[in-house]
């Protein structure tokens, strides 16, 4: 089963920030926060991951509570293209890389 | 950037058949490669874990004789659909983690680009 949960759909206006929450609060001390999405009919697409800190790269920023029981993903600028299903996931190396249901995310224009 | 390629990307085979896909890491070695099926509108379920010279591990309710994995090399796994039937139509996709470049770091998770079969 996965160990995280995500609202199962969001809506968001194009060029507004898309903030995609998850809440992993069975997570382990050497679990890292990763974070997929997928674009219908396409394998899925990394975004970013985190252990503890804040990380950012050129597609989202990860904020990760300081308690690590829940993260959010941030999509400064959302454009249509970021309609996809996203998908958060607590994993390390030798497990077992398990997807939950995901966040199915609308940019409205 | 690393890159885990899949062939074929699409099939269609008559029920009974069997039918074989491969799993590429191009340009990373992979001891260890997942395999997941996929139905539409829902989300990835992982039916096993392929692992370099030595038996795959398959998840609760996976035929292992039906769905039978070979992962002979470091770069190479392949998923055969045995005796495939209409409900195994479905979207099979397969990853492989690789290291972030530091020891004991974090793996990134690289994912095909998916198979779909169709069993007619």
């Known amino acids: 089963d996965a160990k995280t949960t995500q609202p199962p759909s969001m809506d968001c206006a194009e060029g507004r920030a898309a903030n995609l929450p998850c809440n992993h609060s069975?997570?382990?001390?050497?679990?890292?926060v990763y974070w997929y999405r997928q674009i219908h009919s396409q394998g899925p697409q990394y975004i970013i991951h985190?252990?503890?800190n804040n990380e950012t790269n050129e597609m989202a920023s990860l904020i990760i509570t300081e308690d690590r029981k829940s993260s959010t993903l941030i999509l400064p600028h959302a454009t249509l293209r970021d309609t996809a299903v996203y998908y958060c996931?607590?994993?390390?190396?030798?497990?077992?890389?398990?997807f939950g249901p995901g966040t199915r995310l609308s940019v409205l224009p | 950037g690393a890159v885990v390629s899949q062939h074929p990307s699409r099939v269609i085979c008559k029920s009974g058949t069997s039918v074989k896909i491969e799993c590429r890491s191009l340009?990373?070695?992979?001891?260890?490669m997942f395999w997941y099926r996929q139905f539409p509108k829902q989300s990835l379920m992982l039916m096993a874990t392929?692992?370099?010279?030595?038996?795959?591990?398959?998840e609760q309710g996976v035929e292992k004789d039906k769905f039978l994995i070979n992962h002979a090399s470091l770069t190479l796994s392949t998923l055969t659909v045995t005796s495939a039937h209409p409900e195994d139509s479905s979207f099979y996709i397969c990853?492989?983690?690789?290291?972030?470049?530091?020891?004991?770091?974090?793996?990134?998770?690289?994912f095909g680009p998916g198979t779909r079969l169709t069993v007619t």
């Open positions: 990853s492989a983690p690789r290291s972030g470049g530091t020891a004991g770091v974090s793996y990134e998770q690289y």
């Open positions: 996931i607590a994993y390390n190396y030798g497990q077992n890389f398990v």
């Open positions: 340009d990373f070695q992979a001891t260890t």
């Open positions: 069975t997570i382990s001390g050497n679990e890292y």
């Open positions: 985190g252990l503890k």
């Open positions: 392929s692992n370099e010279g030595s038996k795959a591990t398959y």
